[in-house]
């Protein structure tokens, strides 16, 4: 396994790949790994010839008041557990690779990427503006650098992912986008960087938002599929200290509103526990 830093040196070694007509897979990360990602490069590893494994902590698409600062980076560990999947690039930039030296990293200094307003406009967009501007273009850069077949997505970040699959197909790209289920712990939580940040009354606390979207599904299984009861019912399941930030059910297809629940409905949730964001979701 090879740990490269520079871009010129990913491409080099692409170059060898694409001579030896090796299909490529690639799992873009900000580290922290866990179970979840292990599964993505798993799945790059059943798919691809090669897997490559982008950790970069994507500064644009941290606000002003996130946790860019102090978001987990371990890449002593996560890259022991590379090695073990059997990787062959870790590919982990400084900003300064991505980006340049001395660009202001804003649309005055540096192209972007700005994905549909229709999709970017809601959910996670609504509280956190720019962030998915930021991910498509962090994302659209590594597909171009590592000229990968293949990139594999967690089903946590749903929003992201279809965002990710529109700009692929509104722009063309030669690039497969696959999805990969929800990993969760034993006791139901969603396998996230960001756990760590929970206290255990916290943690405890979250359990329950993963609870709500369980029961969610049960109900539609019975026949309900009123959004309304749903919603309330969501609502009596979730502990008091969590501080929802929405619920919401999407046509997985269109990613427009739906009163009625039916196959292929994305029931989506962001929540606090603690200072903690979380997000979660389950698609019928």
Same mark, same amino acid.
């Given at each position: 396994?090879?740990?490269?830093? &520079?871009? /010129?040196?990913?491409?080099?070694?692409? *170059? @060898?790949?694409?001579?030896?007509?090796?299909?490529?897979?690639? $799992?873009?990360?900000?580290?922290?790994?866990?179970?979840?990602?292990?599964?993505?490069?798993?799945?790059?590893?059943?798919?691809?010839?090669?897997?490559?494994?982008?950790?970069?902590?994507?500064?644009?698409?941290?606000?002003?008041?996130?946790?860019?600062?102090?978001?987990?980076?371990?890449?002593?560990?996560?890259?022991?557990?590379?090695?073990?999947?059997?990787?062959?690039?870790?590919?982990?930039?400084?900003?300064?690779?991505?980006?340049?030296?001395?660009?202001?990293?804003?649309?005055?200094?540096?192209?972007?990427?700005?994905?549909?307003?229709?999709?970017?406009?809601?959910?996670?967009?609504?509280?956190?503006?720019?962030?998915?501007?930021?991910?498509?273009?962090?994302?659209?850069?590594?597909?171009?650098?590592? &000229?990968? /077949?293949?990139?594999?997505?967690?089903? *946590? @970040?749903?929003?992201?992912?279809?965002?990710?699959?529109?700009? $692929?197909?509104?722009?063309?790209?030669?690039?497969?986008?696959?999805?990969?289920?929800?990993?969760?712990?034993?006791?139901?939580?969603?396998?996230?960087?960001?756990?760590?940040?929970?206290?255990?009354?916290?943690?405890?606390?979250?359990?329950?938002?993963?609870?709500?979207?369980?029961?969610?599904?049960?109900?539609?299984?019975?026949?309900?599929?009123?959004?309304?009861?749903?919603?309330?019912?969501?609502?009596?399941?979730?502990?008091?200290?969590?501080?929802?930030?929405?619920?919401?059910?999407?046509?997985?297809?269109?990613?427009?509103?739906?009163?009625?629940?039916?196959?292929?409905?994305?029931?989506?949730?962001?929540?606090?526990?603690?200072?903690?964001?979380?997000?979660?979701?389950?698609?019928?």
């Amino acid at each position: 396994m090879l740990l490269l830093n &520079k871009i /010129d040196d990913v491409r080099k070694n692409i *170059k @060898d790949w694409k001579e030896e007509k090796y299909t490529i897979g690639l $799992v873009p990360t900000m580290g922290a790994l866990h179970k979840g990602h292990a599964s993505l490069i798993k799945k790059a590893k059943e798919t691809c010839d090669k897997v490559i494994v982008s950790i970069f902590v994507n500064p644009i698409q941290f606000g002003p008041n996130e946790d860019y600062d102090k978001y987990p980076r371990t890449i002593e560990k996560d890259s022991e557990l590379c090695r073990e999947l059997g990787v062959d690039i870790i590919f982990a930039p400084a900003p300064e690779e991505m980006y340049g030296e001395n660009k202001k990293l804003s649309n005055n200094e540096f192209t972007f990427i700005y994905p549909a307003y229709n999709y970017v406009d809601c959910m996670c967009g609504k509280s956190r503006p720019g962030h998915f501007d930021g991910v498509a273009t962090v994302v659209m850069k590594l597909f171009n650098i590592t &000229k990968a /077949d293949y990139a594999f997505f967690g089903q *946590k @970040d749903a929003q992201q992912l279809f965002i990710l699959k529109q700009v $692929v197909k509104d722009l063309n790209l030669d690039i497969n986008i696959i999805s990969c289920p929800i990993v969760r712990e034993t006791d139901g939580l969603a396998l996230s960087s960001r756990n760590t940040y929970l206290s255990e009354t916290e943690r405890k606390n979250a359990i329950t938002i993963s609870k709500a979207l369980f029961k969610i599904k049960e109900l539609y299984e019975t026949g309900i599929k009123d959004t309304n009861i749903m919603f309330d019912t969501a609502i009596s399941i979730l502990n008091k200290d969590i501080d929802l930030e929405y619920l919401e059910f999407r046509n997985f297809e269109t990613f427009e509103k739906v009163n009625e629940l039916k196959k292929n409905t994305l029931i989506a949730i962001a929540a606090k526990s603690g200072k903690t964001r979380l997000i979660d979701n389950i698609i019928l």
